[in-house]
Nanobody, 121 residues
Framework: QVHIVESGGGLVQPGGSQRLSCLAS????????MGWYRQAPGKERELVAR???????DYGDFAKGRFTVSRDHDKNIIYLQMNELNPEDTAVYFC???????????????WGQGTQVTVSS
């Protein structure tokens, strides 16, 4: 089993910054990718940023130039630094880890519970 714990959400003013963290733990044999997705009310879940092992990060268009994703491969933690936030960034942010647990042949998707980010004055 894999446990995903997100932290760092909350209320932030327009133009402000916020940092999210996500820790993957449990019976993990190998992690293929860690990333952040978000879902605003009435909208589909969309990619914010992800890092697949040692590859370069992959960002959603809206995140480029404002958000920075980083990953501690040894500790199975992914961070999302968000700058220049605006009300359109208000959403629940979810951490996705694609991992294979010991004793299984294939990786699976593991989602966190999500953390609310609200950008408002």
């Amino acid at each position: 089993q894999v446990h995903i714990v997100e932290s760092g959400g909350g209320l932030v003013q327009p133009g402000g910054s916020q940092r999210l963290s996500c820790l993957a733990s449990g019976n993990i044999d190998s992690i293929y990718s860690m990333g952040w997705y978000r879902q605003a009310p009435g909208k589909e879940r969309e990619l914010v940023a992800r890092i697949a092992n040692r590859d370069s990060p992959d960002y959603g268009d809206f995140a480029k130039g404002r958000f920075t994703v980083s990953r501690d491969h040894d500790k199975n933690i992914i961070y999302l630094q968000m700058n220049e936030l605006n009300p359109e960034d208000t959403a629940v942010y979810f951490c996705l880890t694609i991992a294979r647990v010991f004793g299984t042949p294939l990786p699976r998707n593991y989602w966190g519970q999500g953390t609310q980010v609200t950008v408002s004055s």
